[in-house]
């Protein structure tokens, strides 16, 4: 479900939430004219947050506990030389962008995160 902006009908101005107290019913009117009609949903708002592929790796905190990600042993940490580190692959928004593989280290000291070049 998504919230949009409305327009109203009479003189295209914004439409802003309002409610109906008397019968507990949540509005749209107009601030510049008398016109007002119920609200499709109670959504009045909705705030996306949107990660780039290497934020969203930062938001899982431990990645290297993950059971669905493959590990490898042969490619050490940069930071640690620990050599057991989990990866992944994603894509940047262009298609025509080539494909990241993102590392974790496996230590539990170190969790460092770095990406393939």
């Not at 506990?65 to 692959?89: M, Y």
């Amino acid at each position: 479900m998504s919230a949009a902006f409305r327009y109203c009908s009479e003189c295209n101005n914004l439409l802003y939430p309002k409610d109906d107290r008397a019968s507990r019913v949540l509005m749209f009117a107009c601030r510049n004219c008398r016109h007002s009609e119920v609200a499709k949903s109670n959504c009045v708002y909705r705030h996306e947050i949107k990660h780039a592929p290497s934020e969203q790796t930062m938001v899982i905190t431990d990645l290297s506990s993950d059971p669905t990600l493959p590990r490898t042993n042969s490619i050490p940490c940069p930071k640690c030389g620990h050599n057991e580190a989990v990866f992944f692959q994603t894509q940047s928004r262009s298609a025509d962008s080539r494909m990241t593989l993102f590392y974790v280290c496996c230590n539990k000291n170190c969790s460092h995160r770095w990406t393939s070049a």
